[in-house]
């Protein structure tokens, strides 16, 4: 998978996702490792969600991980504790922020199929 992949598959996650009950601004870098890797952010701003490919130096929270993790955890494949537990899933900053997240309704994205 590639960087702009995961991008554009974070991005469809949160591009319809509800944030009306996240009233503080929030800013996630996410550090993608291995392969697909690259820098990108999520951000809550005015109760909107925005995935955007560029480093926030700003941020609150920060997460390492590798594609195929943050695609499990925000599709909700993989829980937080165990991609943690796993040594998969690192994250440093502002955990009050993080928890705010949880109340993020996503939308879930319909898989594409491939024609043979």
């Known amino acids: 998978m590639t960087y702009e992949e995961i991008v554009d598959l ?3 996650v949160y591009e319809n996702a509800d944030a009306r009950q996240i009233y503080d601004h929030i800013a996630i870098q996410v550090d993608i490792v291995g392969e ?3 820098v990108f952010y999520i951000e809550v701003a005015e109760r909107q969600i ?3 490919p560029y480093d926030y130096f700003d941020r609150d929270i920060l997460i390492t991980t ?3 993790t943050i695609l499990g955890f ?3 494949r993989v829980g937080f504790q165990e991609a943690v537990d796993s040594g998969r899933f690192r994250i440093a900053g502002d955990m009050k922020k993080f928890e705010q997240m949880r109340k ?3 939308v879930k994205r319909k898989r594409k199929t491939v024609k043979k």
Do not use: A, H, L
Request: charged residues 40%; negative net charge; contains cysteine.
């Open 66 to 68: 590798d594609g195929e």
């Open 74 to 76: 925000i599709e909700g």
């Open 10 to 12: 974070v991005r469809e």
């Open 104 to 106: 993020v309704t996503k």
């Open 50 to 52: 925005c995935v955007e």
């Open 36 to 38: 697909g890797g690259g």
